[in-house]
T-cell receptor
Framework: KAGVTQTPRYLIKTRGQQVTLSCSPI?????VSWYQQTPGQGLQFLFE???????NKGNFPGRFSGRQFSNSRSEMNVSTLELGDSALYLC??????????????FGPGTRLTVL | KQEVTQIPAALSVPEGENLVLNCSFT??????LQWFRQDPGKGLTSLLL?????REQTSGRLNASLDKSSGRSTLYIAASQPGDSATYLC???????????FGKGTKLTVNP
């Protein structure tokens, strides 16, 4: 069974540009969450999606947005990139959103560098 | 607001030693607690999930315990090996959400 996949694995952008990251959950998993990991702040929650609906959102500016498609694949978008957006962006999937007894599985991440 | 703390931040041990990693959380109203391992520059690998009604879970050389009332969990690693070197993270969920609140992790180095 394939794990969580994220594309691209690495991205280099310049300030002011925008970027779209993609996450494909484990087959059958309907919940997808996104996290930002930086050395200073650690892992911080961005959003959670279930059945194409955003169920929860972290404390990030409106430049960060996301969506989920009918096949459970998810994308996140960051507009007007800032240097501080450089981070490892991780996606996690779980079998059924909402029960919270479900083990969450993470993808390998997308390393975003903003110059 | 839930806060998760992991102590120590870093730990270096000789191969073969048994060790304990600690995790504490401020709000005992959790749904579950999950331990992860992260190798440098990589994603997170799930190690163990403990539901709020459980006291412990075991997988191979790993044993995780949960004391919800005191807001603590421990990850016990038996007979440590150099391949166990990684950062170990604990995280909790609450309130019917899949949102994980993470600690900052313990960086473990097992020396041959």
């Amino acid at each position: 069974k394939a794990g969580v996949t994220q594309t691209p694995r690495y991205l280099i952008k310049t300030r002011g540009q925008q970027v779209t990251l993609s996450c494909s959950p484990i087959s059958g998993h309907r919940s997808v969450s996104w996290y930002q990991q930086t050395p200073g702040q650690g892992l911080q929650f961005l959003f959670e999606y279930f059945s194409e609906t955003q169920r929860n959102k972290g404390n990030f500016p409106g430049r960060f947005s996301g969506r989920q498609f009918s096949n459970s694949r998810s994308e996140m978008n960051v507009s007007t990139l800032e240097l501080g957006d450089s981070a490892l962006y991780l996606c996690a999937s779980s079998l059924v959103g909402g029960s919270s007894y479900n083990e969450q599985f993470f993808g390998p991440g997308t390393r975003l560098t903003v110059l | 607001k839930q806060e998760v703390t992991q102590i120590p931040a870093a730990l270096s041990v000789p191969e073969g030693e048994n060790l304990v990693l600690n995790c504490s959380f401020t709000d005992s109203a959790i749904y579950n607690l999950q331990w992860f391992r992260q190798d440098p520059g990589k994603g997170l690998t799930s190690l163990l999930l403990i539901q709020s009604s459980q006291r412990e879970q075991t997988s191979g050389r790993l044993n995780a315990s949960l004391d919800k009332s005191s807001g603590r969990s421990t990850l016990y690693i038996a007979a440590s090996q150099p391949g166990d070197s990684a950062t170990y993270l604990c995280a909790v969920t609450q309130g019917g959400s899949e949102k994980l609140v993470f600690g900052k992790g313990t960086k473990l180095t097992v020396n041959p």
